[in-house]
């Protein structure tokens, strides 16, 4: 029997190891130089102007929408296949999340249900739109910043799934997910399943200085040393907004930098994964449609089977450890609670009854993957 194969792990080696015990040993545990240095690679990497790092992707959501100034009855646009923190940010604020359905291909939400909603309500009924990479595949922002611009909407990338990936825009340019190019704020995660693990952490990028300012002074309580109305002296500061403490610290941002490090190495090896996936199933199974013109991050793999509980249950005896990407945020308890039972979402509900994701991470060894397939297809043949 084969080890216990999961949909996704982290990659820790000696060298992350290293900085860590280094980090521990200096003078800084909480937020210190390493987050600085974290920050710059990062935004250096995608290409952004600015970055904040946070304790994690649901407060760099949260701290987004403040800074966006999102207020409570408000309205925001998002996708129901997501995980649910790219929804629930926009309730923190008390404002109403809006589900358009998604591309039953792609997944990512569906650019001409998101027109249809914005145009069957009055204007200036909505204030933003959040669309996701999902699975990583980096959605078109060209697009999305053309009817947000429209309609006079700010947009924030959830661009948890996809750090390294990039779209080809109508101009030929490589468009990297979070590099402030289309949207107005961008959100990494840096929880151990995703690309770049921290324990917990998170990433927020912006071209905007303002917003810059703003997400960096919510993210410590709101307080400053910039702009003051007054100075007291040295040790004088000010609380300008209420805001939270939502700050990484130096051990976590030390382990980002060289998992940073690998990621272009690890999104090799993903799409050799992808690759050696599709070539499997192409014609048998339906898998994510990935369009050429991107450099899909393949946070996931996600095929669909009409007998997708039997499939599971299956691989579980194999010890291979698939997953569900996502239950329909809008079907969640508290989502149906609070009045979405009635949501008309089919793409979404038909893409749920059937998707799985399948083991898809760097370490993963090619005898463990072709073990996968041969179950996969063993099971639908
Ligand atoms: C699409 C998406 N958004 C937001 C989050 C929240 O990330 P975190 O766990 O870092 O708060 C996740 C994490 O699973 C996610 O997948």
New binding site residues.
Partial sequence: MMNPIPYGRQHIDENDIKEVVKALTSDFLTQGPKVKEFEEKFAAYVGSKYAVAVT????G?HLSVLALGLNKGERVITTPI??A??ANCIRYTGAEVWFADIDPDTYLLSIESVKQLIESKPKGFFKGIIP?D?AGLPIDLESFRKLADAHELWLLE?A??APGGYFIDSSGKEQFCGNGEYADVS?F???P??HIACG???MITTNSEKLFQKLSRLRTHGITKENMKENHGDWYYEMQDLGFNYRLTDIQSALGITQLEKNKKGLLVRNKIAKRYKEAFKGVIKFQDLPENSYNAHHLFVIEVEDRKGLYTYLRENNIFAQIHYIPVHTLPYYEKIGYKAANLQNAEKYYSKCLSLPMFPSLLDEEQEFVIEKVIGFLT
């Fill in positions: 994690n992707a649901t407060a959501l997501t995980f923190a790219s996701v999902f959830d948890c799934h959100v995660s840096f929880h399943v995703k917990e952490g998170g």
